[in-house]
């Protein structure tokens, strides 16, 4: 027997990445995401699917510029805090005390506290429902050396199906 199911719940469990975005000399803000993906090898793409009333959606269509910076599950409170507090009104870098890094081809700055970064340039925008879909080129990839070669083991931020937070299927919200 089959029996229906918010269609999100078996699609858990999901990473969590800390999406940077704004300019690193102009108080730049953290995102977390789960909607976050591969789409094209060559070039290389990624997409992001982000709502419309995030302070980070504003810095993103603004700049045109973000960088995914793969969290370790270390970082488990600044991860849920980035998710749950909006950069309309907290600095989420001095709240959180991570650190803020020069990237390489972008005015973003990465995570330094992270393990690896892509570092992207918007090439398209798509509406999709509640978000939109922000479609970024990586123009630079790097990671921790020690992890790299194996010589750190990371295990990655994410989480389970969060049953009470989500469900569109039941309205709930
Ligand atoms: C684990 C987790 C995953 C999340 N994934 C997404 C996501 O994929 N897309 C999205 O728009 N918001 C997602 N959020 C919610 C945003 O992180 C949240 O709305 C955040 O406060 C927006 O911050 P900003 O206004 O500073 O940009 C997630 C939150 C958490 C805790």
Not at 52 to 70: D, P, Q
Request: glycine letters at 6%.
């Amino acid at each position: 027997m089959k029996v229906d199911v918010e269609y999100l719940e078996f699609m858990w469990p999901m990473r969590h990445f800390l999406i940077t975005c704004g300019d690193i000399a102009d108080r730049p803000n953290i995102i977390t995401l789960s909607f976050c993906m591969p789409v094209s090898k060559r070039p290389p793409l990624l997409a992001c699917a982000i709502g419309r009333g995030a302070y980070s959606y504003k810095l993103i269509t603004g700049t045109r510029e973000f960088v995914v910076n793969v969290a370790p599950s270390e970082l488990r409170k600044e991860t849920y805090y980035c998710g749950f507090y909006t950069g309309y009104d907290v600095d989420k870098f001095k709240e959180t005390g991570l650190t803020p890094k020069p990237a390489r081809a972008v005015k973003v700055p990465i995570i330094d506290e992270c393990v690896a970064h892509m570092e992207c340039k918007v090439r398209q925008e798509i509406e999709a429902g509640d978000k939109t879909l922000i479609v970024g080129e990586v123009v630079e990839a790097y990671a921790d050396e020690a992890v790299v070669k194996g010589e750190r083991k990371v295990e990655f931020a994410r989480s389970s199906f969060p049953r009470k937070k989500y469900g569109t299927r039941f309205g709930v919200t």
